[in-house]
């Protein structure tokens, strides 16, 4: 079974703070995603990964920054935490694209941080 | 406009009916198309999957692909109390490539 973890499921932080996310896969997956989804917008991909130390930015990058040392972990790094950021933050990943052509390349999910900045 | 429409409803439903959810995207490019279901306070998982148009059976869940009019379709056959939950689809141009989503419909079977 996948499973994608991530470091906390609540977290309430001030405005300025710096804010890390973490997400742990234990499936070698080579591709991760972060991921915020807020009422009437759904899910937008903040940023994603395809290998360690590679970042690719998503829709929504701004504010936001990444960092992926290893294979199995992903980081979601908040500068200076903003009012706007509260939202829920979900972690995601997959297989690589070259190795597969079907539902196995799905993403997979972790449980999400619900993230309240004051 | 967005590049994949949902109706967020909220939809209520009797047990026992059957569901019909929808989405409307905009790029011909899509050809992997997924819907999840994303229970309260839990990360969405997968539910169906499904490459170019036609039809995908599993269970009580029928999920369909139109390309030629950009819309696809979750059916829930018997739906049960615990069909309750968010419902969104997804699709991407590739297989293993980033996903775009709907906003999700949030649905309610009540017993």
């Known amino acids: 079974d996948v499973k994608v973890t991530q470091s906390s499921r609540y977290l309430v932080k001030r405005t300025g703070e710096k804010v890390f996310l973490e997400c742990v896969q234990d499936?070698?997956?080579?591709?991760m995603f972060w991921y915020r989804q807020d009422p009437g917008l759904g899910l937008r991909l903040i940023y994603f990964s395809y290998d360690v130390k590679m970042k690719e930015k998503g829709d929504i990058p701004e504010g936001y920054s990444v960092s992926r040392e290893k294979k199995e972990r992903f980081s979601l790094i908040l500068e200076s935490a903003s009012t706007n950021q509260t939202s829920m933050y979900l972690c995601a990943s997959s297989l690589a694209l070259r190795e597969v052509s079907g539902p196995q390349e799905t993403q997979y999910f972790g449980p999400g941080t619900r993230l309240l900045v004051l | 406009q967005k590049e994949v429409e949902q109706d967020p409803g909220p939809l209520s439903v009797p047990e026992g009916a059957i569901v019909s959810l929808n989405c409307t995207y905009s790029?011909?490019?899509?050809?992997?198309f997924m819907w999840y279901r994303q229970y309260s306070r839990k990360g969405p998982e997968l539910l169906m999957y499904t490459y170019s148009s036609g039809n995908k059976e599993d269970g009580r869940f029928t999920a369909q692909v139109d390309k030629s009019s950009k819309y696809i379709s979750l059916f829930i056959r018997d739906s049960q109390p615990s069909d309750s939950a968010t419902y969104l689809c997804a699709m991407s141009q590739t297989s293993g490539s980033r996903l775009t989503f709907g906003e999700g419909t949030q649905l309610t079977v009540n017993p």
């Open positions: 790029n011909s490019a899509f050809q992997y």
């Open positions: 499936m070698d997956h080579e591709n």
